[in-house]
């Protein structure tokens, strides 16, 4: 019997956040595959009640190495060395994971290398170093990049002057209500004469909530039936985080929920979800709102723009202005086909941003970079199978 195949995702922490999210979601989806041998790293330690660690699967193996806070060349060295004894046939890289590989790179030649952008190139590697780093390999083909939607695949040729990426769309799995559905909704709808808006993602510049919080404000200032908003993430930025307060404050129509694990409940029961960024790569939340019916409205920007037909699975606004935004919300809120547009969002997840499509997906790019293993380990078999698929 051949052995596993050995494939590892190194990340450098699983705390709540977009492509943390998917990693875990991918390495759980392909670790169902009986051919691989997953190993899901993190550079820093996670707590096992914060982020996404205790939502790994028992088929994945779990590694940390307990990095704290800023660059850690000791854990450069002890990764290096004990990647040297574990020789993987594949490895994937996300967000800072890509630096810490450095001098695995220098002396290997069995494994090989890939690495997602998780948002536009500019944003996704700032340090114009790094860059110069990074560009050195993929230029080389010696790490194979993969870039989520047609603005990042845009940006990265733009960024790095090379065509050689491939585009492979996150996903999602199937969404469950928790437990706590029943509260929420007792809390959040029963009994509510209001619109309700649902808000997910980190307190941070990039998700401009000021301007999410000024549009429902001027909404709810000319309508009748006023908007509910709920903000639900994890102040990254604190200054800003207290400065969004001081906006909403005495507001009796807009709350700040902090991190959840149950925004599935939350997107159920929402009549749209918002979001507001200046940038994005492609957002998991649209993904997740999608999955449920929940209508996105969004700004017109990078790879929401490649996920959202005006109209036909959502609502863009023409441009980031709160007057623009305003009308987005209430374009959808009083759209008459609304059911057909939920309907859409779901039929948009099923056919395009399933976990299974994802996984399948970069499975095939494995096997395209390593032909030789494919002999080896029957790569050609059937990979695992849609779930909206026709038996």
């Known amino acids: 019997m051949a052995s596993k195949i050995k494939v590892m995702h190194l990340i450098g922490s699983l705390t709540k956040g977009g492509a ?3 990693v875990v979601d991918l390495c759980n989806e392909l670790a169902k595959d009986e051919r691989y041998e997953v190993t899901l790293v993190s550079l820093r330690s996670n707590d096992l009640e914060k982020g996404f660690r205790k939502e790994i699967h028992d ?6 190495f307990e990095k704290g806070p800023g660059i850690n060349f000791l854990v450069m ?4 060395a004990w990647l040297n004894t574990e020789k993987p046939d594949f490895l994937h890289t996300h967000l800072n994971g890509f630096e810490y590989l450095a001098l695995y790179f220098l002396g290997n030649s069995k494994t090989r290398f ?3 952008l998780h948002n536009i190139s500019p944003k996704e590697c700032p340090s114009y170093i790094a860059r110069i780093f990074r560009k050195t390999y993929y230029k080389k083909n010696k790490v194979q990049a993969i870039t989520i939607s047609e603005d ?6 733009e960024c790095y002057g090379l065509g050689n990426d491939i585009l492979i769309p996150n996903g999602r799995p199937d969404l469950v209500q928790s437990p706590a559905y029943k509260e929420v909704f007792k809390e959040h709808r029963l009994g509510s004469d209001t619109f ?4 997910v993602a980190r307190i941070a510049a990039q998700k401009n909530q000021e301007l999410l919080i000024k549009a429902v404000q001027q909404f709810n200032t000319t309508e009748i039936k006023k908007c509910s908003l709920l903000i639900i993430g994890e102040a990254k930025n604190e200054q800003l985080h207290q400065k969004l307060r001081q906006m909403a404050s005495g507001d009796p129509h807009i709350r700040f929920l902090g991190g959840k694990y149950n925004v599935v409940d939350y997107l159920s029961l929402a009549d749209a979800f918002c979001l507001s960024s200046f940038y994005e790569g492609m957002p998991i939340s649209i993904i997740e709102a999608f999955s449920v019916g929940c209508i996105p409205v969004c700004t017109p920007v990078s790879g929401i723009k490649n996920m959202i037909r005006h109209g036909h699975n959502g609502f863009l606004s023409k441009d980031n202005s709160v007057d623009s935004y305003s009308d987005a919300i209430k374009e959808a809120l009083y759209h008459p086909y609304k059911e057909m ?13 399933h976990i299974s499509i994802t996984a399948r997906n970069y499975s095939k790019t494995y096997q395209q970079h390593v032909p030789e293993l494919q002999a080896l380990h029957h790569l050609t078999t059937p990979f695992l199978k849609h779930p909206y698929e026709q038996s």
């Open 20 to 22: 943390e999210r998917f």
């Open 59 to 64: 088929k994945v193996r779990y590694i940390s």
């Open 77 to 80: 060295f002890r990764l290096t």
């Open 114 to 116: 890939f690495h997602t």
């Open 152 to 157: 990042v695949k845009q940006t990265f040729q």
């Open 196 to 199: 309700l808006l649902v808000h």
């Open 341 to 353: 547009i939920r309907y859409k969002g779901k039929q948009s997840f099923r056919l395009n941003y």
